[in-house]
């Protein structure tokens, strides 16, 4: 939720940006479009992933997740402590939806003068009509205004004027200004946290009058109807141009677009482009589904801009201390000691040159054959202590688990892969043999699941901290419908060697099939339990 919040600020300020450059153009109805456009855009952008830089899109095409296992030999949980974990992470989220519904009840009491308004404007009768819309006379006022595919005029209003103002609020209802007004109120109401939705409104009623002014003078003298403004403005007549949730444009800015003629300077839409391109980019950096940790923190790197001199440059630092860095490793010193060589500090910021470091640094300390074991289990569990670290050490090994599972796929089953949709006879146990392809696959599911349950062995785990744990295992089943090429991301290396123990010791499946032939298939299973 909060992430698809400062996506969509993200996107409306890169818009309203490129907006500046070209909302004085004459072309006031591509503007409306665009600002109509953009709001919608970057609605919709944040659910999109275009990942055409990574390959986890090619990934998700083969991958089928099974169904997310929760442990049920809870011999190191309790029933109470497991109900007590769902009520709080459930009041948690209740918490931000009660607190969002009473925002939007706030703005509908805010705005309860205005609704009670329409409300009686809807209940007044026409009494004569304006090019076939109705007009609706009021007694004793001086306003104008139009909603929907009504005209409201005063009684007061000059008759020398009165002609003018209704062709003003006729092209209002015309070019349908109050449907954009209504819809952007809507949006004000339903994400009232977001306060550039209160620029793009005034934008859009700037637009919608500029729009009118350009048709009406377009046909009527520009002195005439320049005066009819002002005396609205300084009030010498009461009269009073109200759009829809009655307010008025800039009188300085109107009477500037009407007498200022200008060719459109087309150069100046340009400024659209960058804008939407770096609003795919960061589409881009999403992580759709990340097969292996679902709890990694992109947006740490998003920002980076390391130039390749400053990569020479970091190069050129780690070299001279790569002697003092060598000697505490061999003194088996803790993380923090060992990184305050290369003078990065765990406890602080990290900047975008630190992490790079890390990133050359880290690999060292597991690939390290000389290390022993004992002393790179410490390490670890150092690393997965502190957030950033623990983020770029995962990151790191996920990429080196990828490259070897794609690798392995591609040497022990020469079978090309297709997307699991494609799969019109999924891999299944000889028990699973009946029903649809539906049925079959919450077959396939569920025999997983008791299989788990019964060989998964929580025990051996009684001196991990209390918590939630989670092991995501990738796995194949091949076209003679044996498991192999087992993978799991994990909390510790203990739960990874279990969860593949527990997957690789399921029976022997009868192979998928796809147009009559014999293929592997891809799976992935979420396994969870807590302590």
């Known amino acids: 939720m909060i992430s698809y919040v ?5 996107y409306q300020t890169l818009f309203l940006l490129a907006f500046q450059f070209f909302k004085n153009e004459p072309n006031f109805r591509f503007s409306r479009f665009y600002l109509l456009t953009s709001i919608c855009v970057s609605l919709v952008l944040p659910f999109l992933s ?3 830089f990574s390959q986890a899109s090619s990934q998700a095409e083969i991958i089928e997740w099974l169904e997310p296992i929760q442990l049920e030999r809870l011999t190191i949980a309790t029933p109470y402590d497991q109900a007590v974990l769902n009520t709080n992470s459930k009041f948690d989220m209740n918490l931000y939806w009660v607190f969002y519904f009473i925002g939007i009840l706030v703005m509908l009491l ?6 009670l308004s329409l409300f009686e404007l809807f209940s007044l009768k026409a009494s004569e009509t304006y090019k076939s819309k109705k007009v609706i006379i009021l007694k004793n006022e001086a306003v104008a205004f139009s909603f929907l ?3 409201y005029i005063g009684q007061n209003i000059p008759n020398d004027q009165k002609e003018i103002i209704l062709e003003h609020e006729f092209q209002h209802i015309k070019h349908k200004h109050s449907f954009d007004i209504i819809c952007i109120e809507i949006l004000i109401c339903l994400f009232w946290f977001n306060p550039l939705l209160y620029f793009f409104r005034k934008f859009l009623k700037e637009l919608h009058e500029y729009e009118v002014d350009q048709r009406i003078t377009s046909n009527t003298s520009r002195a005439f109807y320049i005066n009819t403004l002002l005396n609205q403005n300084f009030n010498t007549q009461n009269i009073s141009f109200v759009h829809t949730f009655f307010t008025t444009s800039n009188l300085k800015n109107r009477i500037k677009m009407i007498t200022t003629t200008r060719k459109i300077n087309t150069k100046k839409y340009l400024s659209i482009l960058p804008a939407l391109l770096i609003c795919i980019l960061i589409s881009c950096t999403q992580d759709t ?3 292996i940790n679902e709890d990694a923190d992109a947006e740490l790197f998003e920002d980076s801009n390391i130039s390749s001199e400053q990569i020479k440059q970091i190069f050129e630092e780690l070299k001279p201390n790569r002697e003092l860095f060598n000697k505490k490793l061999n003194q088996e010193a803790p993380l923090k000691e060992l990184l305050l060589a290369y003078d990065i500090n765990i406890d602080e910021k990290l900047t975008d040159n630190d992490k790079f470091k890390l990133f050359i640094i880290l690999p060292s300390l597991s690939y390290d054959k000389s290390l022993s074991e004992g002393y790179i289990s410490r390490l ?6 502190n957030k950033t670290t623990s983020v770029i050490y995962n990151s790191i090994q996920e990429s080196r688990k990828d490259f070897e599972e794609n690798y392995s796929l591609r040497t022990i089953d020469n079978s090309s892969k297709i997307p699991f949709a494609l799969v019109e006879k999924v891999p299944h146990p000889s028990s699973c043999d009946q029903g649809t392809s539906e049925e079959m696959k919450a077959c ?5 699941a008791n299989h788990v ?3 998964f062995n929580v025990d051996q785990f009684s001196d991990l901290p209390s918590g939630k744990y989670r092991v995501s295992v990738q796995f194949v089943i091949s076209r003679d419908g044996l498991v192999y090429n087992t993978i799991a991301r994990g909390p510790s290396p203990e739960l990874e060697e279990e969860a593949i123990r527990v997957v690789e010791s399921l029976p022997r499946f009868v192979p998928g099939e796809s147009k009559g032939e014999k293929v592997a298939v891809v799976y992935g299973l979420p396994i969870s339990f807590v302590k």
């Open 6 to 10: 400062l996506e969509i600020l993200i």
């Open 50 to 52: 275009f990942n055409i």
């Open 110 to 115: 805010w705005r309860k003068k205005n609704i």
């Open 149 to 151: 595919n009504k005209i």
């Open 289 to 291: 589904y990340d097969t």
């Open 380 to 385: 670890e569990k150092e690393i997965n202590e």
């Open 444 to 448: 396939v599911s569920e025999f997983v």
């Open 453 to 455: 349950n019964s060989n």
